[in-house]
């Protein structure tokens, strides 16, 4: 048997099994959202049966009511998306210029930033939370938006560094030199070569640091206690009650909306990432 049909066959098992694997992945990360929004749509008669069913016997609109009357949903999502925005902005802004020096500019500091990079990945948040809330109080940016948004960004900025300098790492430096051979200055190269090509980088950094800002409640937790300035991930706290009593119904509806923003985020920088990637290989 020659190794062309050998290689034929295993083609042609391989494809469906990779087809197969595709569809149970797909379905392991879909089932979650698929049983959050079964369950918002439910009455808390159903949710209470001894017997539930999976799909809700009719669409029951109260729990949104309720989620968003009870909760004030619609105000911390509003200090949610000014604290995720922010972050992602002062994020994306700091580490594009450092990512690059730390890929291209050959140093003794560029060991120990990237040690530092590591390093700060490794202590939990439990060992910095007191010193931290310490900081803030004496900068009186404790129960404030704007704190909570530094605290976002320094701990998001070390791993979305080293992301990002991975990507300018990739990019070939004779690009570079190329441009500056057809007389283009630094600055020109930078933003008609490296950021074209770094689109890809800049849209998965940005998408890193929106859904931490988004999803983060720890440090929300200790450091806000204003009802007024709360995110999110705090306001669906209280659908739990004192005696671990769950209003599923009502949480389910607040965190399906709680997604809605996060999904619109990845569908709106998706398209600047595909657009990104072909003004890149025009350019280069």
Do not use: C, H
Not at 22 to 50: D, M
Not at 126 to 151: D, E, M, R, T, W
Request: proline share 6%; glycine share 8%.
């Amino acid at each position: 048997m020659s190794s062309a049909l050998l290689a034929g066959r295993r083609s042609r098992v391989a494809r469906p099994l990779q087809y197969l694997a595709l569809a149970g992945y797909i379905v392991f990360l879909g089932f979650p959202l698929l049983f959050l929004l079964t369950t918002a749509f439910k009455t808390p008669r159903e949710l209470q049966a001894p017997d539930p069913t999976f799909l809700p016997q009719s669409l029951d609109l109260a729990n949104f009511g309720l989620a968003i009357a009870k909760a004030n949903l619609v105000q911390a999502a509003g200090n949610s998306l000014i604290v995720a925005v922010s972050t992602t902005i002062v994020v994306t802004l700091i580490s594009l210029p450092a990512a690059y020096a730390l890929a291209r500019f050959k140093t003794r500091l560029r060991g120990i930033a990237t040690g530092w990079i590591l390093l700060s990945q490794v202590f939990p948040f439990i060992l910095i939370i007191i010193p931290l809330f310490l900081v803030l109080k004496q900068a009186g940016l404790l129960n404030s938006l704007l704190g909570l948004i530094l605290v976002y960004t320094v701990w998001s900025l070390p791993f979305a560094l080293w992301m990002l300098q991975g990507y300018v790492a990739g990019i070939p430096v004779e690009l570079e030199e190329a441009g500056a051979m057809d007389g283009g200055s630094k600055l020109l190269i930078l933003v008609r070569i490296v950021l074209p090509l770094l689109a890809p980088g800049l849209v998965a950094t940005s998408l890193f640091a929106f859904i931490s800002a988004w999803n983060e409640f720890f440090f929300a937790l200790v450091l806000i206690q204003d009802p007024a300035l709360q995110t999110l991930p705090l306001t669906l706290a209280r659908f739990v009650g004192a005696e671990g009593q769950v209003q599923l119904g009502q949480l389910a509806a607040g965190s399906l909306l709680a997604t809605i923003p996060s999904l619109l985020f990845f569908a709106l920088i998706q398209r600047r990432l595909t657009s990104g990637l072909l003004s890149g290989a025009v350019k280069g």
